[in-house]
């Protein structure tokens, strides 16, 4: 699964964050960060986006402005909000 490669030791990863599902696209709409793509892969997905969560809220939610680049959802702006 996507989930176990990224969220496993494959990627490094062993343990240092939660990997949830979304399969309706509930929490995705939710935040306003829905990508239609049912055209090409059958389904609304999720824009790319990092977001840090403290105690339950969210701190910060860094959206890519074209939904799939690779520029404020990558690590270090993340860190910068820290």
Not at 37 to 44: H, N, P, Q, R, Y
Not at 51 to 67: C, F, H, R, T, Y
Request: with cysteine; proline share 4%; hydrophobic share 35%.
């Amino acid at each position: 699964s996507t989930q176990g490669t990224w969220g496993g030791k494959g990627q490094g990863a062993g343990g240092r964050g939660r990997m949830l599902a979304d399969p309706r696209a509930e929490f995705t709409i939710g935040l306003g960060t829905e990508l239609d793509a049912t055209k090409v892969l059958g389904s609304v997905r999720t824009k790319r986006f990092s977001m840090l969560v403290e105690n339950g809220s969210i701190k910060a939610l860094n959206v890519e402005p074209d939904a799939t680049g690779l520029n404020c959802s990558l690590a270090d702006p993340l860190l910068d909000s820290l």
